[in-house]
Each structure stands twice: as structure tokens, then as C-alpha cells.
């Protein structure tokens, strides 16, 4: 097993770290929509933090040579589920024309008081091929 801490992504708020791979997947904590350069959440709707969840999961799996495209699975978690089809709609975007394995579900709170979460699996396809 192997920790990834990515540089681009915001910190780790606890004694965790941004990913772990295992054989050919890398495993991504969970993001929220906490600005990296800032340390905070700074947009107040489910659109602006969903954008910047996934630019945050897009920078840890950078840092191991692989794009939003190598999504195999996501699970996301919303602090109130009638953000689900504004979160959809960016979420698509973002992925633009992906479509990985999801679940979606609606949880009490999350850090920050952050309105979406997104944790990922992705696969290191180019491992599958190399003996």
C-alpha cells in the first residue's frame, strides 16, 4: 500500500491522507469543496462546491499520472439531497460524458459545513498491461 499526500489539493483536516493505492487502484478520500490555496470553503451554493470537489479529486489523481476519466466508482454524500439535481448537472459536467459507477446519498453534516462530498476509486489501467 502506498499513501499519496497530492500537492494541489487541500490538506488533510485529520490523520488521514489525500489517497492510498493498492495494486492498480488509487482510493481517494473524500473531497469537499475547500479552496487548497485558502484552506476554506468559499462558495456558498452546491454548484460552486461541487466544481471545486472535483477539481480537487482532479489534482489527486494528477499526481499519479491519471485524469477524472480513470473513475471507476464515486460516492457522494450531500448535506441535503434537494441539491441532487444541481450537483448532477455539475458533476456531468465535470466528467464530461464519463460515467462512472455512483451512489449517492443524503448524510446529517459534513466537515465544514460543506454542502457536497465526493470520495473515488480509480483504476491505473496502464499497470494492467505491464508485466
Known amino acids: 500500500m502506498k499513501k499519496i499526500v497530492a500537492d494541489g489539493a487541500p490538506k488533510a483536516l ?14 481517494c478520500s473524500g473531497q469537499t469543496g475547500i479552496n487548497p ?27 499519479q499520472g491519471l485524469t477524472l476519466q480513470d473513475i471507476v466508482k464515486c460516492n457522494v454524500y450531500l448535506s441535503d439531497m434537494a441539491n441532487f439535481e444541481k450537483m448532477n448537472i455539475v458533476y456531468g459536467e465535470m466528467l464530461e460524458g464519463h460515467t462512472p459507477a455512483r451512489t449517492t446519498v443524503a448524510v446529517a453534516g459534513l466537515p465544514l459545513n460543506a454542502l457536497v462530498e465526493i470520495e473515488c476509486i480509480a483504476e491505473l489501467k496502464w499497470l494492467l498491461y505491464s508485466f
Do not use: D, H
Open 14 to 27: 485529520g490523520p488521514y491522507v489525500s489517497a492510498v493505492r493498492t495494486g492498480n487502484l488509487i482510493f
Open 37 to 63: 490555496e485558502t484552506g476554506r470553503v468559499e462558495k456558498t451554493c452546491v454548484e460552486g462546491q461541487t466544481k471545486q470537489v472535483m477539481r480537487n479529486l482532479k489534482a489527486v489523481l494528477e499526481s
